[in-house]
């Protein structure tokens, strides 16, 4: 069992920057990938992000390419996500993931263990 903790989120005008974190406890040992997923009212959960457990390899949905930046610290098992240039279409409940099993990444159901989720809210 893992657990998932995402302190913060925030409000910030468009243009702006965000750094989301995720904290993991629980059975940690291992290797996993790590990733987050967003959600905005109305709408299906989306892909966002996601690492392999020696940082060596990234996922970007192609709308975040060169804005957003995903990384870790497995020493303090806590995964980042930078958010720079930050748009209102950004605005969202974003969720970080965890997961041993595998399979592709942009799809929820191959995903573990997820945290509450944390509201990021982009304005005008």
């Known amino acids: 069992q893992v657990q998932l903790v995402e302190p913060g989120g925030g409000l910030v005008q468009a243009g702006g920057s965000l750094r989301l974190s995720c904290a993991a406890s629980g059975s940690t040992s291992g290797n996993y990938r790590m990733g987050w997923f967003r959600q905005a009212p109305g709408k299906e959960r989306e892909f966002v992000a996601a690492?392999?457990?020696?940082?060596?390899?990234?996922y970007y949905a192609d709308s975040m390419k060169g804005r957003f930046t995903i990384s870790r610290d497995n020493a303090k098992n806590t995964m980042y996500l930078q958010m720079n240039s930050l748009k209102p279409e950004d605005t969202a409940v974003y969720y970080c993931a965890a997961d041993h099993s595998g399979g592709t990444v942009r799809t929820g159901r191959n995903w573990n263990y997820w945290g509450q989720g944390t509201q990021v809210t982009v304005s005008s």
């Open positions: 690492i392999n457990w020696s940082s060596t390899v990234t």
